[in-house]
């Protein structure tokens, strides 16, 4: 298994001084046998070695588009170049942690008939250095049932296009997935769930991948509320779907709704919050109208009642 050749798909968009640095954590890599390619979605610039300032690496690929894709597009595009068994993307605004590989390629090796390994994440505006040995840190395996129970619950953090994943199975379920009608929020997030519908995947709870966090981040400045509203949509009937085919009870659906509108009405909040352009009063109408009405007919009475509480208790938040 260590010799096994793995491959990173990064996506950049006219932001050279983050990409190197990205490039960069993969280039310092204890795992080495590994090809990088990287999408140039930014049409006005070129990308190559000379114009990062890189010495030459053959490991390196990069392609530069004609026309624009779009971040998911681009995404599947380096997909569809890879012809190693493992795949995995990075933002050019993010970094792996120099164990990232050899740890994921390593819980692999220890288990059968793996579909992804993943690890946990830290987030911010400088990389958090791991705290503890990651020999010690735990590992977990999951079906599709225990994966969605935790995950949802929140109880596992990772970034769904951030793991080591078999090229094979990503290239079964389409690539990347796109919801909703913008920009895809939700979509990193439903992969693993998709990918864990297809069997077993690995999970450590060490932060070994960075999801940087600056003015230019979707996930802090957007206050497209369409984007996330037409995601959720997406998201929930993937998810009824793939219920109803694994044949769960109804109280575990029941459970699982409830665990999916509260995390989406978090993200609701924290969208119109960032929104100066409409009053406070304009805010909860829109809040009430598009999440207690549209999503309380998911679920059970019990969680029902959960929910009003906790819509209420949210409401508050956006003043």
Request: hydrophobic content about 40%; proline content about 2%; aromatic content about 14%.
């Given at each position: 298994?260590?010799?096994?050749?793995?491959?990173?798909?990064?996506?950049?968009?006219?932001?050279?001084?983050?990409?190197?640095?990205?490039?960069?954590?993969?280039?310092?890599?204890?795992?080495?046998?590994?090809?990088?390619?990287?999408?140039?979605?930014?049409?006005?610039?070129?990308?190559?070695?000379?114009?990062?300032?890189?010495?030459?690496?053959?490991?390196?690929?990069?392609?530069?588009?004609?026309?624009?894709?779009?971040?998911?597009?681009?995404?599947?595009?380096?997909?569809?170049?890879?012809?190693?068994?493992?795949?995995?993307?990075?933002?050019?605004?993010?970094?792996?942690?120099?164990?990232?590989?050899?740890?994921?390629?390593?819980?692999?090796?220890?288990?059968?008939?793996?579909?992804?390994?993943?690890?946990?994440?830290?987030?911010?505006?400088?990389?958090?250095?791991?705290?503890?040995?990651?020999?010690?840190?735990?590992?977990?395996?999951?079906?599709?049932?225990?994966?969605?129970?935790?995950?949802?619950?929140?109880?596992?953090?990772?970034?769904?296009?951030?793991?080591?994943?078999?090229?094979?199975?990503?290239?079964?379920?389409?690539?990347?997935?796109?919801?909703?009608?913008?920009?895809?929020?939700?979509?990193?997030?439903?992969?693993?769930?998709?990918?864990?519908?297809?069997?077993?995947?690995?999970?450590?709870?060490?932060?070994?991948?960075?999801?940087?966090?600056?003015?230019?981040?979707?996930?802090?400045?957007?206050?497209?509320?369409?984007?996330?509203?037409?995601?959720?949509?997406?998201?929930?009937?993937?998810?009824?779907?793939?219920?109803?085919?694994?044949?769960?009870?109804?109280?575990?659906?029941?459970?699982?709704?409830?665990?999916?509108?509260?995390w989406f009405t978090h993200n609701t909040t924290n969208v119109l919050k960032r929104n100066k352009k409409i009053n406070i009063f304009k805010k909860l109408l829109i809040f009430f109208r598009k999440k207690?009405?549209?999503?309380?007919?998911?679920?059970?009475?019990?969680?029902?009642?959960?929910?009003?509480?906790?819509?209420?208790?949210?409401?508050?938040?956006?003043?």
């Open positions: 298994m260590n010799k096994l050749t793995v491959t990173i798909g990064i996506t950049t968009y006219n932001r050279k001084n983050f990409l190197k640095e990205a490039i960069k954590s993969i280039l310092q890599q204890t795992h080495q046998n590994f090809k990088i390619i990287v999408g140039n979605d930014y049409t006005k610039e070129i990308i190559n070695f000379k114009s990062l300032g890189m010495p030459i690496d053959k490991r390196i690929i990069f392609i530069n588009h004609n026309i624009s894709l779009g971040e998911l597009d681009n995404m599947n595009y380096l997909l569809r170049l890879c012809s190693s068994e493992w795949f995995t993307w990075l933002a050019d605004d993010d970094l792996m942690h120099k164990d990232f590989l050899k740890t994921m390629l390593k819980n692999i090796n220890n288990n059968d008939k793996i579909l992804a390994s993943y690890s946990n994440f830290s987030s911010g505006i400088l990389f958090d250095p791991i705290k503890k040995n990651i020999n010690e840190t735990k590992i977990e395996k999951f079906n599709f049932e225990t994966f969605i129970q935790k995950y949802v619950s929140h109880k596992i953090k990772l970034i769904g296009c951030y793991g080591l994943i078999r090229t094979n199975i990503l290239k079964k379920l389409g690539g990347h997935p796109k919801l909703g009608n913008s920009f895809g929020p939700y979509s990193d997030a439903i992969l693993p769930i998709l990918i864990s519908s297809e069997g077993s995947i690995l999970w450590e709870d060490t932060k070994l991948v960075f999801l940087r966090t600056h003015q230019n981040s979707l996930s802090v400045k957007s206050s497209n509320l369409e984007a996330y509203s037409s995601s959720e949509q997406d998201f929930i009937f993937i998810i009824s779907k793939l219920m109803i085919a694994n044949k769960f009870n109804k109280s575990f659906k029941n459970y699982i709704y409830y665990k999916i509108i509260v207690f009405l549209q999503d309380i007919k998911y679920i059970s009475f019990k969680f029902k009642i959960i929910y009003t509480i906790k819509i209420l208790y949210l409401a508050y938040k956006i003043f």
